[in-house]
């Protein structure tokens, strides 16, 4: 079962003592990172907690290895790095990340037993999907820490991450935004900025001094499945899918994040390994009556990752072997 799975808890310390990476980060080598705005802020904030860099990404389709660690499935599989803004379906790799991973409340998932998710510690699934976690990995984490953004371009770029800030805007979406910093996420600095996502001011102040520099960078496109209310603004995610070629680019957006906001940059491995999945996607409504139940199509699929962002359909990846 999933780390304080259904608890609500809301005891920082206690789900830093229950989630190892957080407990003993001295016994962690690395992280493994998601491929957007949304990963690099929370490495970038992990690496000045904790000191930890970044060892292999992960886009869903491939799983990317340093070539600088020598036995790197190895030392995944002995649990020696962290995923993160990653949810990950395998017993030996801890993960956080945050979406919905559940059906009902009949799943089992017992290679959940590593995975820090705000959903699961809400005992949020696809039966009440409209209450689902709205924000990114980041704003988990400066809740979790205890961390103030004190500059508003850092405040800007982190509302940036996942598209946050149209979460919060969007009247389908602004009152559950709205409830999970009221409830659950109350820290003073995600309270006071949430009042701020919503006006022309900030869209205005959003353009001119985050996305005018990101709109250089190559993996910093415009595209995107929504836009913001004001300027209808979309993307800027900052998403990559071969860390070989797009280095570059990935360093240009941390740089401009430890810039922004004052934290530690993380080493990013020099070249990359892969290891190639396969991705695939299936429909919810024909997994029980095809598979008899959700634990039992994980496991015939061997699935490795998988995210429900749609009420009817399953993206998943199998075949990362180690």
Not at 150 to 164: K, R, Y
Not at 260 to 288: C, Q
Not at 299 to 310: A, G, I, L, R
């Amino acid at each position: 079962m999933a780390i304080l799975y259904r608890t609500n808890c809301r005891d920082k310390a206690k789900i830093q003592a229950e989630f190892f990476p957080f407990a003993k980060p001295d016994e962690i080598e690395g992280m493994i990172i998601g491929n957007d705005l949304d990963s690099l802020l929370s490495a970038v904030l992990l690496k000045t907690k904790f000191g930890w860099n970044i060892v292999g990404v992960y886009d869903y389709s491939n799983l990317w290895c340093s070539k600088d660690i020598e036995d790197f499935k190895r030392k995944i599989l002995e649990g020696k790095f962290v995923a993160i803004d990653l949810d990950i379906y395998h017993p030996s790799i801890p993960s956080i990340g945050h979406h919905i991973l559940e059906l009902d409340s009949s799943d089992i998932l017992p290679y959940h037993c590593l995975s820090l998710n705000p959903n699961f510690i809400r005992g949020i699934n696809l039966k009440n999907f409209r209450r689902k976690y709205p924000l990114g990995t980041v704003h988990f984490l400066t809740w979790l820490f205890d961390i103030d953004v004190l500059s508003s371009d850092g405040e800007m770029l982190i509302w940036l991450a996942d598209s946050s800030y149209i979460n919060g805007q969007n009247h389908r979406f602004k009152s559950n935004v709205r409830d999970w910093i009221n409830n659950y996420l109350s820290s003073d600095f995600l309270v006071n900025s949430v009042k701020k996502i919503d006006t022309k001011e900030f869209e205005n102040e959003l353009q001119r001094d985050i996305i005018s520099v990101l709109r250089k960078v190559k993996i910093c496109g415009s595209n995107g499945q929504v836009q913001s209310r004001h300027n209808l603004i979309r993307g800027f995610q900052c998403q990559w899918y071969d860390p070989n070629n797009e280095r570059e680019d990935i360093e240009k957006v941390m740089d401009f994040i430890c810039r922004k906001v004052s934290w530690e940059k993380p080493a990013l491995p020099k070249s990359f390994d892969r290891i190639k999945g396969m991705r695939k996607s299936y429909n919810i409504t024909h997994i029980k009556s095809n598979y008899g139940s959700f634990d039992k199509f994980l496991e015939d699929e061997v699935v490795f990752s998988y995210v429900m962002n749609f009420r009817n359909k399953i993206n998943y990846t199998t075949n990362i072997n180690f």
